[in-house]
């Protein structure tokens, strides 16, 4: 039997989905997190508490939602809270994962959604900014990302640390304030899955996606990665995960149709 | 923003406390507590249970150099920020509509340097908030240090008197005015809320004025049927205007879901600088309320479809989806 055919975008939801333990909690945002999460509960991870950061909490999504504040957020949901409440769980040391992207991400895994330049007040370039982001990524155990990996973004400086990872290596989160065990976990890619070497703190790339090869993910990183000593094929998605996603998840193509 | 309790305390010794019908019209209520180079911050979630009209009013009556405080501002941020209202802002979220795209006009403000900007989080923002609505100067936080978000801030990293882990202080945060949509309200501004919260109940009690936008006026007996359902008491507002689809284009939990056809126009008329003048005067400033707005959008025959989307309603009618 031949492998399903499959586009990037499904790739890194299904491997995604697949770091997701059963019986934890996330809070996610619009697009690929969603999928991931939607994807986990439908398949490995049944119990997996789903939260967004505007009070929503549990639902049973009928859809994607469109903002992480929008009524599909705690549709048939266990809470509708506020942002306050959410963020004191993440706080208080209740959420396992989140999800979080940006323009530019470093070696350390910090994150850049606030600008490009050097000016704050004359930005070359003005992003969204933090929004949940910071303090997800602060205060969450695992911090997640779903990226395309290109040389523009994969930078050996952020421009701006808006979400911090492991800022300037071991023990700089420590040092910094952040609360202990918590950090950048993987980084999901389009062309591999890198994790976090635990003594330098730097991008470990654990393993490669089908049909792509080591150089193509050097020379697509703007820093010298470091490679896990048993560096795997990325496992493509099951036909059954593929089902799942294309007919339950995400039926209307809003998120695997970019791919 | 100034932290000082004492002085807020002054204040609010001075708030109104009586119980008195507060209904006006959205024009008045504009005129009489939205002044130039105010301090504003918008309730709800960007697109999601928005106060539009009231936003619209401000526009229309011409308001200049407010600052904005920019908690998940995203077609809140579109109006005010891209029609050049807002000359401040603390920012937490700006210029994006989420999984939409981004605002070109409020981006090209940002960019020009007429927007004095400090940075903040959604979570510091939420909690200047609830600082200021408990009545003390700032609360502490473990999110944000080491990040260049807080170095840009007003926060301020302390020590813990007990147990000694380092944390950030964020000051409180007392908007000149602030602006919320709300599902019901009494005659009083005594509000309930169906759905998340995101951060009105700690932002009506924080602001010095505030104007409350309702889908919906209801008899004061439905308040007092169940008080538990009060967010918002009477005491923390000023006034009342009742706007049925007044979040749209943003959706409204339970009644109508937002108008992304109309929310893609907006995004795609700001690529031209000049036509989005256009698009602001046809919308906004030529057009005399908010109802006049809602029949160029389509008017009764759009809400409705949008309130069937809300409601899921059409696969068991068999019409199209609306969003």
């Given at each position: 039997m031949?492998?399903?055919?499959?586009?990037?975008?499904?790739?890194?939801?299904c491997l995604a989905s697949r770091y997701l333990e059963d019986d934890r909690t996330a809070v996610v945002g619009t697009g690929a997190p969603c999928a991931a999460a939607m994807l986990a509960q439908k398949t490995s991870a049944p119990n997996l508490m789903v939260m967004f950061e505007a009070g929503g909490v549990g639902p049973i999504l009928p859809t994607m939602p469109i903002s992480v504040g929008d009524s599909r957020t705690f549709f048939r949901g266990l809470a509708a809270s506020s942002m306050a409440d959410i963020m004191s769980s993440c706080q208080r040391g209740m959420v396992d994962y989140t999800f979080l992207g940006g323009a530019q991400i470093d070696m350390?895994?910090?994150?850049?959604?606030?600008?490009i330049g050097g000016d704050i007040q004359r930005p070359k370039v003005r992003l969204p900014g933090s929004g949940g982001a910071g303090d997800l990524a602060s205060l969450c155990w695992r911090t997640m990302m779903i990226t395309p990996q290109d040389k523009r973004r994969f930078v050996p400086r952020v421009d701006f640390i808006t979400s911090p990872g492991y800022l300037?290596?071991?023990g700089a989160r420590e040092a910094a304030g952040l609360p202990p065990g918590t950090g950048p976990y993987k980084v999901i890619t389009d062309l591999c899955v890198i994790g976090f070497d635990e003594v330098t703190k730097r991008?470990?790339?654990?393993?490669v996606h089908p049909g792509v090869t080591r150089e193509q993910v050097q020379e697509n990183t703007g820093f010298e990665l470091l490679w896990a000593p048993d560096v795997k094929e990325s496992a493509p998605p099951t036909s059954e995960e593929l089902r799942i996603l294309r007919d339950e998840v995400d039926s209307l193509r809003y998120i695997i149709g970019r791919g | 923003m100034d932290p000082d309790v004492d002085k807020a305390r002054e204040y609010f010794r001075q708030r109104d406390r009586r119980l008195v019908p507060k209904v006006t019209t959205v024009p008045e209520a504009v005129a009489r507590l939205v002044h130039d180079g105010d301090y504003v911050a918008v309730g709800g979630f960007g697109a999601d249970r928005i106060?539009?009209?009231?936003?619209?009013?401000?526009?229309r009556q011409g308001r200049k150099d407010l600052g904005l405080s920019g908690h998940t501002a995203t077609h809140d941020c579109q109006i005010l920020i891209g029609a050049g209202c807002v000359n401040r802002c603390d920012v937490a979220y700006v210029i994006g509509l989420e999984a939409r795209g981004l605002s070109r006009a409020s981006r090209r403000q940002f960019e020009s340097g007429k927007i004095a900007v400090a940075e903040w989080t959604n979570a510091a923002l939420a909690w200047r908030y609830r600082a200021a609505a408990m009545g003390v100067p700032f609360l502490p936080m473990r999110s944000g240090l080491g990040t260049d978000t807080m170095k840009e801030s007003a926060a301020v990293e302390i020590t813990c008197p007990f147990t000694g882990i380092k944390l950030l202080a964020v000051p409180a945060l007392f908007p000149d005015v602030a602006m919320i949509h709300v599902h019901r309200a009494d005659v009083?501004?005594?509000?309930?809320?169906?759905?998340?919260?995101?951060?009105?109940?700690?932002?009506?009690?924080?602001?010095?004025?505030l104007i409350i936008s309702t889908e919906r006026l209801v008899p004061e007996s439905v308040i007092r049927a169940d008080p538990t359902r009060?967010?918002?008491?009477?005491?923390?507002?000023?006034?009342v205007v009742e706007v049925p689809y007044g979040s749209y284009p943003g959706n409204m939990p339970y009644e109508y879901f937002s108008d992304e056809d109309h929310l893609r126009q907006w995004l795609e008329v700001e690529e031209d600088a000049a036509a989005f003048e256009r698009f602001l005067?046809?919308?906004?400033?030529?057009?005399?309320?908010?109802?006049a707005y809602l029949e160029l959008c389509g008017g009764i025959k759009r809400l409705q479809e949008l309130r069937r989307t809300e409601l899921m309603l059409h696969a068991a009618i068999g019409g199209g989806g609306a969003g």
């Open positions: 031949s492998a399903p055919a499959y586009n990037r975008m499904e790739l890194m939801i350390y895994g910090n994150i850049n959604s606030t600008m300037d290596g071991a991008m470990r790339v654990e393993s | 106060p539009t009209a009231v936003l619209h009013e401000i526009v009083y501004g005594n509000c309930q809320i169906d759905g998340i919260m995101v951060a009105d109940d700690d932002l009506a009690r924080a602001a010095k004025r009060t967010a918002i008491p009477y005491f923390c507002v000023d006034a005067d046809k919308y906004i400033r030529n057009t005399p309320d908010f109802e």
